[in-house]
C-alpha cells in the first residue's frame, strides 16, 4: 500500500510540474497525503493563490496524518482519493471523444437515411430523445434523421412554416401568435384545428420552451423568417418582436456592464481628468488599461493625501514622489498639482 | 381547357414575384402580409402536393395566377362516378388561409351536393372552414362525398330525394352522367 501510492504520486507529481492547470486540488491534497516534501511548497502557495479556505484543511489534515499513526483504513481512502483525483483529466477528454462519436454517428445515421428512408422509422424515433440534447447542446446544428417529422409537428397549421413566436392555444394546439390572432380576428373564435374555443387572441402569449426548442433546431428557418418580417414591418411603428433569448442575453450583459461601470466609476472619473488634458495635448498616445488603472490609483491617492493633510510624499510611489507638497495646501492647488502629474506621466511614456 | 392572358410556359406565380421584386427597397409597396403571406402559403401547399399529393387527386395552378388553380379528381371505384375525370376550379381569396377557396365542378355532374352550376354545398368550403385546412385537405374531402353522398345537406334537394328514395335509379342516371360527361 504504502509502496504503492509514492509511485503513482510521483506519476502525478511529473505531471504536475509540466502542466499544473490540470492538477485538481483533491490530487494536491494526495500528494500532500504522501509526503512529497518538494512538492509541498508549490502545492502551498498554488492553493493559497487559488483557494485560501481549502488550503488551510489541507494542511489541517496533513498535520492531522502526520501527528496520528495511520489508521489502518487510510490506505484505501487515499487510493480513492487519489483514483477522485484522477477523475478531472479525463473527463475533458471523454467529452470530446462522446461528442465526436455522436458527430461520427450522426454522418452515418444520415447515410444509412440516404439508402434506406422508410424502413427506420421506429428506430429514428427512439433515436430522438437521446439525440435532441446532444443537438440542443451544440448549436453549430448537425441534421437530425427525424428533421422532415419535427418539421411537420413544428410548423405552423396557418401559413404552414416553422411556428415564429408558437401561441398554444387552451385545446393544446400551437400556432404562430400573429397567425393565431389573425384567425381570431378573421375566423372566430375558434382553434382553426379543433374548433373548440379559445381567447380572441389579443391576450395570447408566446410558449417559451417551444419556441426556444424551435430556435435551436431551425435556427435558419427562424432567421429567415425573422428577416422577412422585419422586411415587411420596417414601414410600420411597432418594434419587430425580439426573441426572449437575446434579450435576456442583453440585459445580463447590460447589467453586468453597469455593475464594472459602478466599480470602475472613481478610477473612471480620476482618469477622465487625465485623458483629456493628454487630448489637450493632441498627443496621439495610447495609455493602455493597466498603466491607466495605475495612474489612477496613484492620483487618488495624491488627492486623499493632499485632501487630509498628509504630506504627499509620503503616499505617493515613487515614481511621482517629486511633487511633493506642504500640508497647508488648498484643494485648488493640488488639482493643479495633479494636472501637472498627469501631464507629465503621459510625456514620459 | 383556357388559356390565361399572358401566359407563358414557364410557371411564375405573379404577385409574389412582384412583390419579391420591391421589397428590398420599398417596403413600404409590400402588401400589408395578407397577399404575400396567402402567396407564400399557396406555394408552400404546391410545393407539398407536388412531394405527397393525394391519391387520385391533382391539383395547381392554372397558369401564372397564383390564385387560380384547376384540380382534378378521378371517380372512385365502387361508385357510379367510377372511371370518371372530374374538373374543378379553384379560386384562392387574398386572405386564404382564412377565408375559404372558391371550388367549382368544371364538369357535370350528377350528385345531389353539387348544383348545376358546379357550386358545392360542402360545409368545410362555406362556414366551417378553419384556417388549418389545406388543398389536400379539401381535395380528400370532396373525394368523400363522392363514396358517401350527403342527401341532407343538397346543393340540388331532387337529386338528393331520388338518391334516398330509389338508389338504383340514382345509380344509374350517375353512371350515365359519368360516361357522357366524364370520361
Redesign the interface.
Known sequence: MVSETPSKATNRSVDGSSAEIFISPRFKSAAALAGWDEEDLIIASFVVEDTPERSSSKRRRRSNLLSKTSPPSSGSRRRQRIKQSSNPLPVIDLDEVIRREEEKSAEKKKRKNKETKPETKEEKKAEEDEKILPEEKNTTSVVLPCIDKLRDELSC?????ICFEPSTTTCGHSFCKK?LR??AD??GR?C??C?QLIGNGKYCTVNTVLWNTIQLLFPKEVEAQRASAS??F??KETPTPRDSNHRLRSRNRETALQARLQREDISRLLVSEERSERRRRGGSVRLDQDSDAAFALRLQRQEFASAFGVTAAGATSSSSSSSSSSSDVSLSRARANLRAMASRAARRQ | MMTTPGGSGRFKPLPTAMYAGY??TA??W?AK?SV??SG??IQ??MA?LNVDPPPECSAGPKGDNLYHWIATIIGPSGTPYEGGIFFLDMIFPS?Y???PPKVVFKTRIYHCNVDTAGNLSVEILRD?????L?ITKVLQAIRTIFLKPEPFNPALPVIARLYLSDREKHEEVAKEWTLRFAK
Open positions: 397549421a396557418i401559413c404552414l412554416e397567425c389573425s384567425a378573421k375566423c375558434k382553426p384545428k374548433r422586411a415587411n420596417l414601414s | 421589397s428590398g417596403s413600404s409590400v402580409t404575400s403571406a407564400k402559403r408552400r401547399e407539398e386572405d388561409p382564412f377565408k366551417s372552414w378553419s384556417p388549418a389545406t
